[in-house]
């Protein structure tokens, strides 16, 4: 493990350059959001280069008067709130952080950006880069390329770029894995036969007694049952949006596993929302856990547990999951575009980016703090590095966003009423080549 440790900024630079391609952070926990009365009218672009980490002369300064306001997710608003009381110390600027799951900013931005009403700064999962790339909603990160290319993982730096453009500042790389309470099972399984298994002489359903659990019914977490036999979302390693592959044989034959494990997990996709699961693994009643990086400092302190891979798939497959990369990004109707590209470049900091992991469990995008012995011999981040090396990168292409309803509809559609999975599936692909077709 510890030589699987030692290569893993080396593996993650392979993992997702090689794909050319990551939430997306697609946590769906849900917060309480307001409104950015800062916005304005979309601002130049500043060409210089230089550093933050003073406010010389000669540097970028924030503009006269700058206030921010920054989208996070729940789990990682008390960081950036942190990095915000710091970034107003070194600059003068007043930084006001607003909850917004990392999946619905894209969204958000599109409709409030020009509107006036977005966040100066906000964190997007690497698929929404090409169409608020393409909107024109975000700025490219063009004061602080030189440093930021030099300082982030290759993989990252492919991540958030569009069409040879470096738009994000990246801060994290992930994808999901097993959470498992060691006080409940021993050894995590390793293939889906162990879980039914072990599920029917654990479970309890009538008091929430559960094996295992994850969110049924989003497609960021069912994309292994698509992928793990050898479906896909788009051709040509997600780069060819004529090329829907979510209908495929392998993707049905991974359906009908999905399918058949409601037998042990007889709930509704719509009562399996990550609050839920996450509050059954705090209460000791969910023996195994399916989420993310973002979610460790919920658990810390509160549960013995360990990080594994998913379980194979009934032949022996390992399960593919999504990998992604999280960044900064600037919203480009800021009124205060200088004072949120220096906030975007200060949180991604290696210093930063090292509390982000101390406080939430993330694991970063700076080659130098990945190098960290903190993090190299953390055994949680081995845990989700073992998943890294079975997963792929989310597309990038702005197609992508016409795939996450349909997927998910499929998924609640054939769990919920254990419908025929290659009707559904069919349906779903036509259903994101219409999507695409009509550009909505």
Known sequence: MKKALSVLVVFLMVLLAACGNSGSNSNTSQGTTTSNTSGGSQSSTNTGSG??????????????????????????????????????????????????PGGDQGGRLATD?????????????????????????????????????????????????????????????????????KDIIDTPPTTWDEV?????????????????????????????????????IFGNNGSDPNDIGVNADGAIKGFELFKKLKEILPLNTGDITWDVKTQLFLDGKLA???DGPWAVANFRGQVNFGIAPLPAMEDGTPMISFSGVKSYYVNSYSKYPNAARLFAHFASSKENQLLNYEM????????????????????????????????????????????????????????NEQADVKAILDTAAQTIREKIQSGK
């Open 51 to 100: 550093d933050s980490d003073a406010a010389a002369d000669d540097e970028l300064q924030p503009e006269p008067g700058a206030k921010l306001v920054v989208w996070e997710s729940k789990e990682e608003k008390p960081f950036i709130e942190a990095v915000g009381k710091k970034f107003e110390e070194l600059y003068g600027v007043p930084v006001v952080v607003e909850e917004v």
């Open 196 to 232: 039914i298994e072990f599920a029917k002489g654990y479970n309890n359903v009538s008091n929430n007694q559960f094996a295992i659990m994850w969110e049924v019914g989003n497609a960021y977490f069912g994309y292994p049952f698509i992928a793990s036999y050898g479906g896909y």
């Open 360 to 415: 939430t469990g993330i694991i970063p995008a700076n080659k130098e703090a990945g190098e960290d012995p903190t993090i190299k011999n953390d055994p949680v981040i081995g845990g989700f590095f073992e998943q890294f090396v079975n997963s792929n990168p989310m597309p990038t292409i702005p197609e992508m966003q016409a795939v996450w309803d349909p997927v998910a509809g499929a998924l609640a559609t054939v769990w």
């Open 113 to 181: 950006g020009p509107a006036g009403l977005a966040a100066d700064v906000l964190t997007m999962p690497h698929d929404h880069i090409g169409p608020a790339a393409t909107a024109g909603l975000i700025l490219p990160n063009d004061y602080f390329e030189e440093e930021t290319r030099a300082s982030s993982v290759e993989s990252a730096i492919i991540a958030s770029t569009y069409n040879g453009i470096l738009y994000g500042y990246p801060k994290s790389v992930e994808t999901y894995a097993l959470f498992y309470n």
């Open 288 to 290: 195994i856990n399916i």
